[in-house]
């Protein structure tokens, strides 16, 4: 070994290794891709000029240098964990925070927090809305909600699919008085259209609907919650997810056009690999799903 302290991260993800006994279960412990623990431990061999695991079909196993490493640190990480807990304050206290997006924080969840709270036993609630994802394994924050198709399965974070909303066009009963409504699917592509940060939404829903089209003209207002808007005060026409419309349609501020409703992406809880089985997580991503589920129109 070098005369260099040892490097304090590579050796929590060789506590990590040895024991989950894998160098992805490590990973997703740890809240990383897998490779970042395979250069972990590129470092420790460097540091201590010894192999401490070797890999191999059947996982990871610890060499006999490895095992004295393991002996000798083990403790001291469990021993910290332990600590942790003990001067972190009692999670009844904290409050729990969760990153959406905004669209959904502000039309959806935002008039549903008092029942969120109460189905997490009290506890308060920071909602940031954003389109940025925080990073969760250093606890930035609890969870996150987001819009997106498929994700990427080693991103060292646990994926919990939560509802596909469809999708449809709307306007406010003064803006459809005024200017009637587009007569064929292919009539949406020269009506004013409302976008939010681009006309890809537009785009992908029209081509599902059989069209082909160029680019789409109409103001661009980036979230989905101020295109809304933007239809419920007479702009134009906004291409709507069901779950952010549905109290302006009952309330008729918003008229669906027609009877084209097509899903394009999904929404996502995030959360760490480390809080995926923790009594916050559980609850939270139950309520989600059936309150989500029960605020899908049912045709």
């Given at each position: ?94 409050p729990i925070i969760i990153w959406c997006a905004p669209g959904l924080a502000s039309r959806w969840l935002t008039p549903r927090l008092a029942h969120l709270r109460a189905a997490l036993g009290g506890r308060e609630i920071l909602l940031r809305p ?170």
């Amino acid at each position: 070994m070098n005369g260099r302290g040892p490097p304090l991260t590579a050796l929590q993800a060789f506590v990590a290794v040895a024991e989950t006994g894998s160098v992805r279960e490590a990973a997703r412990r740890l809240g990383v891709v897998h490779s970042v623990i395979g250069r972990h431990m590129k470092t420790l061999h460097e540091w201590s000029g010894s192999r401490l695991i070797e890999t191999g079909p059947s996982g990871a196993t610890l060499t006999e240098e490895g095992r004295m490493v393991f002996a000798a640190i083990g403790p001291a990480f469990a021993a910290i964990a332990r600590l942790g807990e003990e001067i972190r304050p009692a999670p009844s206290a904290a409050p729990i925070i969760i990153w959406c997006a905004p669209g959904l924080a502000s039309r959806w969840l935002t008039p549903r927090l008092a029942h969120l709270r109460a189905a997490l036993g009290g506890r308060e609630i920071l909602l940031r809305p954003s389109e940025q994802q925080p990073n969760l394994a250093d606890g930035e924050a609890d969870a996150a909600i987001i819009y997106a198709p498929k994700l990427d399965e080693d991103d060292g974070l646990l994926h919990i699919e939560l509802c596909a909303p469809p999708f449809f066009p709307v306007a406010s009963p003064s803006w459809i008085a005024l200017n009637g409504t587009p007569e064929s699917v292919a009539a949406f592509a020269d009506a004013p259209l409302i976008h939010e940060h681009s006309d890809d939404q537009w785009r992908r829903w029209l081509q599902l609907c059989g069209e082909k089209i160029g680019p789409l003209a109409g103001p661009r207002l980036w979230y989905a919650n101020m295109a809304i808007e933007a239809a419920e005060h007479g702009q134009g026409i906004a291409l709507a997810n069901a779950l952010l419309v549905h109290e302006a349609l009952n309330e008729r501020r918003l008229i669906r056009i027609g009877e084209r409703a097509i899903v394009l992406d999904r929404y996502w809880m995030l959360v760490s690999h480390r809080r995926s089985s923790t009594p916050m997580t559980v609850k939270l991503s139950a309520w989600l799903k059936e309150q989500l589920t029960a605020s899908l129109p049912t045709s």
